[in-house]
């Protein structure tokens, strides 16, 4: 009697805690909401550092992939397949695996590796994370030509979705 007690008081303190972190993680702030304004986010090129900015009367796409990620590698394969729906935007194939080559690693998709729009970048997970949130792989930022935030996809999706959210 007394251990059915001592577990119940344990299950009961759990719930609680469990509560208490879903309700502060509901709570918190999104770090990029829709309507945000490109960040000044630093990353690396082959070339070597550079930072995000706007491009006047140019929208921009940001993917974040991860060369292990099946999700990712479909979603590169079906943007590259389509890689002329992009061109007159600034699509930006970020990584944050630190052993991605960003001279080489792109070769493997010919139509993105000399497309003068595409741009490869490294950036760490941490300045991410400071800038975009989690560093959930796929993921696709669309910022329109004024550099505001105008859709944010998490996962894997059908290209139809991507292209409704350009502008």
Same mark, same amino acid.
């Given at each position: 009697?007394?251990?059915?007690?001592?577990?119940?008081?344990?299950?009961?303190?759990?719930?609680?805690?469990?509560?208490?972190?879903?309700?502060?993680?509901?709570?918190?702030?999104?770090?990029?909401?829709?309507?945000?304004?490109?960040?000044?986010?630093?990353?690396?090129?082959?070339?070597?550092?550079?930072?995000?900015?706007?491009?006047?009367?140019?929208?921009?796409?940001?993917?974040?992939?991860?060369?292990?990620?099946?999700?990712?590698?479909?979603?590169?394969?079906?943007?590259?397949?389509?890689?002329?729906?992009?061109?007159?935007?600034?699509?930006?194939?970020?990584?944050t695996?630190?052993?991605?080559?960003?001279?080489?690693?792109?070769?493997?998709?010919?139509?993105?590796?000399?497309?003068?729009?595409?741009?490869?970048?490294?950036?760490?997970?941490?300045?991410?994370?400071?800038? @975009?949130?989690?560093?959930?792989?796929?993921?696709? @930022?669309?910022?329109?030509?004024?550099?505001?935030?105008?859709?944010?996809?998490?996962g894997?999706?059908?290209?139809?979705k991507?292209?409704?959210?350009?502008?």
């Amino acid at each position: 009697m007394r251990t059915k007690q001592v577990i119940m008081s344990i299950f009961s303190g759990l719930l609680i805690i469990f509560m208490i972190w879903l309700i502060r993680e509901a709570l918190r702030p999104q770090v990029l909401p829709l309507g945000s304004l490109l960040p000044k986010a630093a990353y690396e090129i082959c070339e070597g550092r550079d930072t995000l900015r706007i491009i006047p009367h140019r929208s921009q796409v940001l993917m974040l992939f991860h060369t292990r990620c099946p999700h990712c590698m479909y979603q590169l394969e079906v943007l590259e397949s389509n890689a002329e729906a992009f061109s007159g935007r600034r699509l930006f194939l970020v990584t944050t695996e630190e052993n991605f080559s960003l001279c080489y690693g792109p070769l493997q998709w010919p139509k993105f590796a000399c497309a003068q729009h595409v741009v490869w970048a490294y950036i760490s997970e941490s300045e991410f994370k400071r800038h @975009f949130g989690r560093a959930i792989s796929p993921s696709i @930022f669309i910022f329109d030509e004024s550099g505001i935030l105008r859709q944010k996809i998490r996962g894997e999706v059908k290209l139809d979705k991507i292209l409704a959210g350009l502008p």
